[in-house]
């Protein structure tokens, strides 16, 4: 339903106007937007580029190829892209109260921004995914001939490739009836607005069921990097060697921070937006959505640091297990 959009204002929101004036759509941006996480983008942008082209290069200049080296670089070219998008998500919230709705600007910049964001972020879970499989197969099952098919390195090529392709198919549709159909475009409302950033019925259904799908997926990475966090254990305690005891331990450390880092970052974004979509499903209104953006912008950040961790984490992740993988390959 079309719906009149007030004039934008720089102050704080006042609830009382709010209440009165119902909906009020237009967000204010106070130094959380204009300061501090154009700041904290800032960083993720000049850390995370050369972190992931590092971590590229490395990689691709491996000499034994192997499943997890192809989703490692595949994770590293999809960190990429979410840092080299994140200057229009800075442009947004610097400029997003000066640009008008409906101007060409504004239209191009959510365009990117939810695109590239939801893109990036869907393929990186399930390469991490793949590569949670891979070494759980590698260090729990090694025997286990369906498991190992993932540790293979076409295997791992077709696994990427299809997930590139697959991912954007509902992205497209889905941004195509965000744009078409949720959105409608206000001449005398700014670009930095409730109704522009959360969408509508068909948007809420869908980030509550990717986010739910993440759910799932956590708990996948939580048993298998538990099940090689247990092996690992039982290996060392084996080990006659203060060497091998001393590796397994390192190993194991590693795995925590992955999994802590994994979940730190990403966690708090996917709750929200499972409260928050079932909040727009039952009729939510523009105050409750402006007093919990906030909420949504700290943990939208927390999610694009994590393209700063991964090259690191995982790069640290793959000189362990890559060793233990390639005297397997050897013994076989």
């Not at 992205?171 to 670009?191: G, H, I, Q």
Request: aromatic share 12%; with cysteine; hydrophobic share 50%.
């Amino acid at each position: 339903m079309a719906t009149e959009s007030p004039t934008f204002s720089m102050w704080p929101v006042n609830v009382t106007d709010i209440v009165s004036l119902q909906p009020v759509c237009n967000l204010t941006s106070g130094r959380l937007e204009k300061v501090f996480l154009p700041a904290l983008y800032s960083l993720v942008i000049l850390v995370g580029v050369p972190a992931n082209l590092l971590a590229l290069c490395m990689f691709l200049h491996q000499y034994r190829k192997h499943g997890i080296l192809v989703y490692l670089i595949n994770l590293a070219i999809a960190d990429l892209i979410s840092c080299l998008t994140l200057p229009f998500r800075v442009s947004l919230l610097l400029l997003g109260d000066q640009w008008r709705e409906s101007s060409p600007i504004c239209a191009l910049t959510m365009i990117i921004i939810n695109s590239s964001f939801y893109y990036t972020v869907s393929c990186s879970t399930m390469f991490l995914a793949f590569i949670s499989i891979s070494r759980y197969a590698m260090i729990v099952k090694p025997n286990n001939r369906h498991l190992n098919k993932f540790y293979d390195t076409g295997f791992a090529q077709r696994a990427c490739a299809i997930t590139w392709i697959v991912t954007i198919i509902p992205l497209l549709a889905l941004n195509l009836n965000y744009f078409m159909r949720e959105v409608r475009l206000a001449a005398d409302s700014v670009c930095y607005n409730v109704q522009l950033q959360y969408g509508k019925r068909v948007s809420a259904n869908a980030f509550v069921t990717v986010a739910m799908i993440f759910l799932v997926l956590l708990v996948a990475f939580a048993f298998s990097y538990a099940s090689i966090g247990v092996e690992l254990c039982t290996v060392r305690r084996k080990s006659i060697s203060q060497h091998n005891r001393t590796v397994h331990m390192r190993a194991q450390m590693i795995i925590i921070g992955a999994m802590t880092g994994f979940v730190v970052c990403h966690l708090p974004y996917h709750v929200y937006q499972i409260v928050a979509g079932l909040h727009r499903l039952h009729g939510s209104s523009c105050l409750w959505l402006l007093q919990t953006h906030h909420v949504k912008l700290i943990t939208l950040w927390l999610v694009s640091f994590s393209s700063c961790l991964d090259p690191i984490l995982y790069f640290l992740l793959s000189k362990s297990f890559v060793k233990r993988g390639t005297k397997r390959e050897r013994s076989t």
